[in-house]
C-alpha cells in the first residue's frame, strides 16, 4: 500500500516525472501522426488503385483477346462477381492545343467501367465548378455593360444546363459542339493543366469541349506494327481525377467501340483468303481486358481463382490460348503499394527508434529521481521496506508515467492528426509555412487515419518502454544500502 | 542506576554479542566496533554514549537489523536476528524495532498523519492495509494528539518546526507497536528546549513500559536514561 502512496505521491509533487511524462507524451505522439498519416496515404493510394482496377482483373497484352462479350455474360452468373466491364488498352500520341505528349489510351463502356469502378465519381467537372470558375473571374456586376451582362447571362444559362458528367458518361459531347465522339483525358493531362496552392486546378485551364487528336498505333494479331497509323478527333467531356498523378496525367479515355474500330480490333466479317468474299461468319472483336466488381465481402482471392477456372474452361472450349493474367486489385498493383507500405514500415521503425531516447531521457530521469530520493529509500528500508519493495516503487513509477504519457501522447496524436488540415491552414496563416503544398503532393489534403490496433501497439510499446527505462534505476535503488542511503546528503 | 554494558540480573531483550563492524573508506579499513558486547533489558532505558566516531551509531544500525556485523551476532529475546529466512529481517525492523533519527527523516511528500501511517503499511501490504487501516489510524492519530501534533496532522514536514518533525518521526517509530524504540541523537538537532521536551516524551514512554536505546553524546541527555553505556574507540568502556 506504501508503495501506492509513494507512486500517487511522487506523480503529483514533483516536476520530475512531469519531464517524462513528456518525453512519453511527445514520442508516443510522434509515432501515431507518422503511422496515421503513412497509413491515410497508403489508404488513399489503395482507394485510388482499387478504383482504377475494379476488383479482380482479366489482363492479356496488347493484342487482346476475342470473344469477350459471352466471356462477360458467364463471368456475371458467378455467384460472387457483381459486375464486368470490357477494356481495350492501347498508347497514342494525344494532341491538345498544338501539344503533342504520349499517353495510354483505355478504350470503355462508361456504363459498364461507372458498375464495376464508379466511374462517374472521378469525373472531376461538374456545371457548378465552371460556374463557380467564371464568377470568380468576373468583374464586379455594376462596372459590366448591358451587352456584358446579358453575355455573362447566357453564359451562366447556358453552362447551368450543361451536364459534363453525363456527356462523361456517354462518351458523347452535346450536338451542338460538332460530330465527334467524347473522349475524358486525366486532369492532368492538358498542357495547361496546373494546380493552384490549395492544390486546386481552375476549370479556365481544362480541356473541356476543346478537340483532342490521337495518333494510334494498330497492331496486327501476332503484335507487329499495322502499316500507317490511325488519327482520331475527339472532343473532351469532362476530365477525370484518379488519386493518383501517374494515372490522371498519361491516361484518356474514350469509347470502346471507336478505340477497336481505329486499332482493328473490332468485330467483323470473316473473309475467305482466298476468295476474299464473305464466309458468313463474324469475327469477335478483341479487347485487353476485363474488369471485375466481385460482391461485397467476397473474398477477392477465391474470386479471382473462380474467375481464373471458368476463363481457363472457356478458352479451351474455344480453343483459343492467348497469354491471359487474372489477377486481383492488389496483385495489379503490388509493387507500386508495396513501395509505399514498405516506407510506411520503414519510417514507423525510424521514428520507433527516435524514440529509443524517451527510454534513455526516462533512465536519466529516473536515476535524478533515485539519486534525491536517496535518503528516503534508507528511511523506508529502516521501516521495513524490501528491496523488491523500494524496486517496485520506482518500477509502479514507470509504469505510473508510461500510462500517463501514453493517454496524453494518444490525445495530442489524436487531437493533430484529427485536426491535422486545420493545423496547416493555421501554421500557413501565420507564419507562412506549409509542411504538406498541394501543388507538390498530388492529395489536396494530408490524408491521415487512425488505426485502433496501431494506436493500441503504440501506447502499450510507450508504456513498456517507461517501464524498462525506469527498471535500471529501480533496480539501483533496490540495491541501495540502507544505512549509506540514510547518511547521503 | 549503573553504567555496566550488561545487567546481571534479568533477561535482555536486545543484546549485541561480541559485534565487529569495519567500513573501507579509499584504501584503508576503519575498524569501528571491534568486539561489542551489550544488551537492554525489557522496559529498560539506555543510553549509548561516546565521541563522534566511536561507533555508537553503527551499534544502533546493529541492533536495528539495518547494517550486518562482520562477526558477533545480534539477539532479540534470544533469537539471533541475522541469517532467518527471507523477509524476517524486514518483519523485524518493521514491528520488533522503531527507529527515530536526528534528522527526522520524514518523507516530505507526505502530511504528517501519512508519514506515521507509512510505517504501518508497510508490513501490511495492499490487500492486508484494508482490515488494519482503521485501526492504524485511529493509532495514529491517538499517538500524534498524545505528542501535541493534534492540529498538524494535514501538515507537511516543512510546515513543522524541528521539535515538532521529532515528535511525528516519534509516532512514525511508535505506531507498530516495536518492543525496542532506537533513537540516534533525539535531541542532536532541535534547539535545547525542545530538546528537553523529546526527553520528555521519552521519559513517559519509559513510564509506560516502553525499551529505549538512545544514542547521544550529551551527558546531561543521558542522564536521563536508567543506564549509560560509553563507547570509545568500537569497544565498551570499562
Same mark, same amino acid.
Request: glycine share 8%.
Given at each position: 500500500?506504501?508503495?501506492?502512496?509513494?507512486?500517487?505521491?511522487?506523480?503529483?509533487?514533483?516536476?520530475?516525472?512531469?519531464?517524462?511524462?513528456?518525453?512519453?507524451?511527445?514520442?508516443?505522439?510522434?509515432?501515431?501522426? $507518422?503511422? !496515421?498519416?503513412?497509413?491515410?496515404?497508403?489508404?488513399?493510394?489503395?482507394?485510388?488503385?482499387?478504383?482504377?482496377?475494379?476488383?479482380?482483373?482479366?489482363?492479356?497484352?496488347?493484342?487482346?483477346?476475342?470473344?469477350?462479350?459471352?466471356?462477360?455474360?458467364?463471368?456475371?452468373?458467378?455467384?460472387?462477381?457483381?459486375?464486368?466491364?470490357?477494356?481495350?488498352?492501347?498508347?497514342?500520341?494525344?494532341?491538345?492545343?498544338?501539344?503533342?505528349?504520349?499517353?495510354?489510351?483505355?478504350?470503355?463502356?462508361?456504363?459498364?467501367?461507372?458498375?464495376?469502378?464508379?466511374?462517374?465519381?472521378?469525373?472531376?467537372?461538374?456545371?457548378?465548378?465552371?460556374?463557380?470558375?467564371?464568377?470568380?473571374?468576373?468583374?464586379?456586376?455594376?462596372?459590366?455593360?448591358?451587352?456584358?451582362?446579358?453575355?455573362?447571362?447566357?453564359?451562366?444559362?447556358?453552362?447551368?444546363?450543361?451536364?459534363?458528367?453525363?456527356?462523361?458518361?456517354?462518351?458523347?459531347?452535346?450536338?451542338?459542339?460538332?460530330?465527334?465522339?467524347?473522349?475524358?483525358?486525366?486532369?492532368?493531362?492538358?498542357?495547361?493543366?496546373?494546380?493552384? !496552392?490549395?492544390?486546386?486546378?481552375?476549370?479556365?485551364?481544362? !480541356?473541356?469541349?476543346?478537340?483532342?487528336?490521337?495518333?494510334?498505333?494498330?497492331?496486327?494479331?501476332?503484335?507487329? $506494327?499495322?502499316?500507317?497509323?490511325?488519327?482520331?478527333?475527339?472532343?473532351?467531356?469532362?476530365?477525370?481525377?484518379?488519386?493518383?498523378?501517374?494515372?490522371?496525367?498519361?491516361?484518356?479515355?474514350?469509347?470502346?467501340?471507336?478505340?477497336?474500330?481505329?486499332?482493328?480490333?473490332?468485330?467483323?466479317?470473316?473473309?475467305?483468303?482466298?476468295?476474299?468474299?464473305?464466309?458468313?461468319?463474324?469475327?469477335?472483336?478483341?479487347?485487353?481486358?476485363?474488369?471485375?466488381?466481385?460482391?461485397?465481402?467476397?473474398?477477392?482471392?477465391?474470386?479471382?481463382?473462380?474467375?481464373?477456372?471458368?476463363?481457363?474452361?472457356?478458352?479451351?472450349?474455344?480453343?483459343?490460348?492467348?497469354?491471359?493474367?487474372?489477377?486481383?486489385?492488389?496483385?495489379?498493383?503490388?509493387?507500386?503499394?508495396?513501395?509505399?507500405?514498405?516506407?510506411?514500415?520503414?519510417?514507423?521503425?525510424?521514428?520507433?527508434?527516435?524514440?529509443?531516447?524517451?527510454?534513455?531521457?526516462?533512465?536519466?530521469?529516473?536515476?535524478?529521481?533515485?539519486?534525491?530520493?536517496?535518503?528516503?529509500?534508507?528511511?523506508?528500508?529502516?521501516?521495513?521496506?524490501?528491496?523488491?519493495?523500494?524496486?517496485?516503487?520506482?518500477?509502479?513509477?514507470?509504469?505510473?508515467?508510461?500510462?500517463?504519457?501514453?493517454?496524453?501522447?494518444?490525445?495530442?496524436?489524436?487531437?493533430?492528426?484529427?485536426?491535422?488540415?486545420?493545423?496547416?491552414?493555421?501554421?500557413?496563416?501565420?507564419?507562412?509555412?506549409?509542411?504538406?503544398?498541394?501543388?507538390?503532393?498530388?492529395?489536396?489534403?494530408?490524408?491521415?487515419?487512425?488505426?485502433?490496433?496501431?494506436?493500441?501497439?503504440?501506447?502499450?510499446?510507450?508504456?513498456?518502454?517507461?517501464?524498462?527505462?525506469?527498471?535500471?534505476?529501480?533496480?539501483?535503488?533496490?540495491?541501495?544500502?540502507?544505512?549509506?542511503?540514510?547518511?547521503?546528503? | 542506576?549503573?553504567?555496566?554494558?550488561?545487567?546481571?540480573?534479568?533477561?535482555?531483550?536486545?543484546?549485541?554479542?561480541?559485534?565487529?563492524?569495519?567500513?573501507?573508506?579509499?584504501?584503508?579499513?576503519?575498524?569501528?566496533?571491534?568486539?561489542?558486547?551489550?544488551?537492554?533489558?525489557?522496559?529498560?532505558?539506555?543510553?549509548?554514549?561516546?565521541?563522534?566516531?566511536?561507533?555508537?551509531?553503527?551499534?544502533?544500525?546493529?541492533?536495528?537489523?539495518?547494517?550486518?556485523?562482520?562477526?558477533?551476532?545480534?539477539?532479540?529475546?534470544?533469537?539471533?536476528?541475522?541469517?532467518?529466512?527471507?523477509?524476517?529481517?524486514?518483519?523485524?525492523?518493521?514491528?520488533?524495532?522503531?527507529?527515530?533519527?536526528?534528522?527526522?527523516?520524514?518523507?516530505?511528500?507526505?502530511?504528517?498523519?501519512?508519514?506515521?501511517?507509512?510505517?504501518?503499511?508497510?508490513?501490511?501490504?495492499?490487500?492486508?492495509?484494508?482490515?488494519?487501516?482503521?485501526?492504524?489510524?485511529?493509532?495514529?492519530?491517538?499517538?500524534?494528539?498524545?505528542?501535541?501534533?493534534?492540529?498538524?496532522?494535514?501538515?507537511?514536514?516543512?510546515?513543522?518546526?524541528?521539535?515538532?518533525?521529532?515528535?511525528?518521526?516519534?509516532?512514525?517509530?511508535?505506531?507498530?507497536?516495536?518492543?525496542?524504540?532506537?533513537?540516534?541523537?533525539?535531541?542532536?538537532?532541535?534547539?535545547?528546549?525542545?530538546?528537553?521536551?523529546?526527553?520528555?516524551?521519552?521519559?513517559?514512554?519509559?513510564?509506560?513500559?516502553?525499551?529505549?536505546?538512545?544514542?547521544?553524546?550529551?551527558?546531561?541527555?543521558?542522564?536521563?536514561?536508567?543506564?549509560?553505556?560509553?563507547?570509545?574507540?568500537?569497544?565498551?568502556?570499562?
Amino acid at each position: 500500500m506504501y508503495k501506492l502512496l509513494l507512486i500517487f505521491k511522487y506523480l503529483r509533487r514533483k516536476l520530475a516525472p512531469l519531464f517524462a511524462a513528456l518525453a512519453v507524451t511527445l514520442c508516443t505522439a510522434m509515432v501515431i501522426i $507518422v503511422i !496515421s498519416v503513412m497509413g491515410g496515404f497508403l489508404e488513399m493510394m489503395k482507394g485510388a488503385a482499387k478504383r482504377l482496377t475494379g476488383d479482380v482483373i482479366i489482363r492479356a497484352d496488347l493484342t487482346g483477346f476475342p470473344d469477350y462479350k459471352p466471356m462477360i455474360e458467364g463471368l456475371r452468373k458467378l455467384p460472387d462477381v457483381e459486375a464486368a466491364t470490357p477494356l481495350l488498352r492501347s498508347f497514342a500520341l494525344a494532341k491538345m492545343a498544338e501539344r503533342v505528349s504520349p499517353v495510354e489510351v483505355l478504350g470503355i463502356e462508361p456504363a459498364g467501367l461507372e458498375a464495376v469502378t464508379g466511374f462517374r465519381d472521378t469525373l472531376h467537372w461538374s456545371a457548378k465548378d465552371v460556374l463557380d470558375d467564371l464568377q470568380s473571374r468576373m468583374p464586379p456586376m455594376d462596372t459590366l455593360s448591358a451587352a456584358q451582362k446579358a453575355r455573362y447571362e447566357a453564359a451562366v444559362k447556358r453552362i447551368g444546363e450543361a451536364d459534363f458528367r453525363e456527356y462523361a458518361m456517354k462518351l458523347k459531347p452535346p450536338s451542338h459542339w460538332g460530330d465527334l465522339p467524347g473522349a475524358v483525358p486525366g486532369i492532368a493531362v492538358p498542357p495547361g493543366a496546373r494546380r493552384d !496552392s490549395k492544390g486546386n486546378y481552375s476549370f479556365n485551364n481544362s !480541356s473541356v469541349s476543346t478537340k483532342i487528336t490521337l495518333t494510334l498505333m494498330p497492331l496486327t494479331r501476332r503484335g507487329d $506494327v499495322r502499316g500507317e497509323p490511325e488519327y482520331a478527333d475527339f472532343f473532351v467531356v469532362n476530365e477525370f481525377k484518379s488519386g493518383l498523378y501517374d494515372i490522371d496525367a498519361n491516361r484518356v479515355y474514350v469509347p470502346l467501340e471507336v478505340l477497336q474500330a481505329k486499332l482493328h480490333m473490332e468485330a467483323h466479317a470473316e473473309r475467305d483468303p482466298e476468295t476474299d468474299k464473305p464466309t458468313g461468319k463474324t469475327i469477335s472483336g478483341r479487347v485487353t481486358e476485363v474488369m471485375i466488381r466481385a460482391k461485397p465481402g467476397a473474398d477477392l482471392h477465391a474470386v479471382r481463382e473462380s474467375v481464373e477456372k471458368y476463363v481457363q474452361e472457356f478458352l479451351m472450349q474455344r480453343h483459343e490460348f492467348p497469354l491471359i493474367a487474372v489477377e486481383t486489385w492488389q496483385e495489379r498493383h503490388g509493387t507500386f503499394l508495396g513501395a509505399v507500405e514498405k516506407e510506411k514500415g520503414l519510417l514507423t521503425v525510424l521514428f520507433g527508434i527516435v524514440s529509443i531516447v524517451a527510454v534513455a531521457m526516462i533512465a536519466v530521469i529516473f536515476y535524478m529521481i533515485v539519486l534525491e530520493k536517496t535518503r528516503d529509500i534508507g528511511v523506508l528500508r529502516a521501516l521495513g521496506a524490501s528491496r523488491a519493495g523500494i524496486m517496485s516503487i520506482f518500477l509502479g513509477y514507470g509504469l505510473a508515467i508510461g500510462i500517463v504519457g501514453a493517454a496524453m501522447g494518444l490525445g495530442l496524436a489524436a487531437s493533430i492528426v484529427w485536426n491535422i488540415n486545420e493545423i496547416q491552414d493555421k501554421l500557413f496563416e501565420w507564419f507562412g509555412f506549409k509542411m504538406w503544398d498541394p501543388s507538390i503532393y498530388y492529395f489536396d489534403k494530408i490524408p491521415s487515419r487512425l488505426d485502433h490496433t496501431e494506436v493500441t501497439v503504440i501506447a502499450i510499446l510507450a508504456v513498456v518502454s517507461s517501464v524498462v527505462g525506469s527498471a535500471i534505476p529501480a533496480f539501483l535503488a533496490g540495491r541501495l544500502d540502507p544505512v549509506e542511503a540514510l547518511r547521503y546528503e | 542506576m549503573t553504567d555496566s554494558p550488561t545487567p546481571s540480573n534479568a533477561k535482555p531483550q536486545l543484546a549485541a554479542r561480541g559485534v565487529h563492524k569495519t567500513y573501507r573508506m579509499g584504501d584503508a579499513d576503519l575498524h569501528v566496533l571491534r568486539g561489542v558486547d551489550m544488551s537492554v533489558r525489557a522496559g529498560e532505558w539506555l543510553a549509548v554514549l561516546g565521541a563522534s566516531g566511536s561507533g555508537k551509531s553503527t551499534l544502533l544500525h546493529l541492533l536495528g537489523g539495518l547494517d550486518r556485523p562482520e562477526k558477533g551476532d545480534v539477539e532479540f529475546e534470544g533469537q539471533p536476528v541475522f541469517g532467518k529466512p527471507w523477509g524476517e529481517l524486514e518483519r523485524y525492523r518493521s514491528l520488533r524495532v522503531g527507529f527515530v533519527f536526528q534528522f527526522y527523516h520524514l518523507l516530505p511528500e507526505l502530511s504528517a498523519l501519512e508519514n506515521v501511517l507509512i510505517s504501518a503499511m508497510v508490513p501490511s501490504g495492499v490487500f492486508g492495509w484494508g482490515k488494519v487501516k482503521k485501526d492504524a489510524r485511529e493509532r495514529a492519530t491517538a499517538l500524534l494528539q498524545r505528542l501535541g501534533l493534534g492540529e498538524r496532522f494535514k501538515h507537511r514536514p516543512t510546515r513543522l518546526s524541528g521539535g515538532e518533525r521529532q515528535r511525528v518521526a516519534i509516532a512514525r517509530a511508535l505506531i507498530n507497536r516495536p518492543a525496542v524504540l532506537l533513537a540516534d541523537e533525539p535531541t542532536g538537532n532541535p534547539d535545547a528546549e525542545t530538546g528537553r521536551q523529546i526527553i520528555d516524551v521519552f521519559r513517559e514512554l519509559h513510564r509506560g513500559g516502553q525499551t529505549i536505546v538512545m544514542v547521544t553524546h550529551d551527558r546531561t541527555v543521558a542522564a536521563a536514561a536508567d543506564r549509560r553505556l560509553v563507547l570509545e574507540a568500537g569497544r565498551v568502556k570499562e
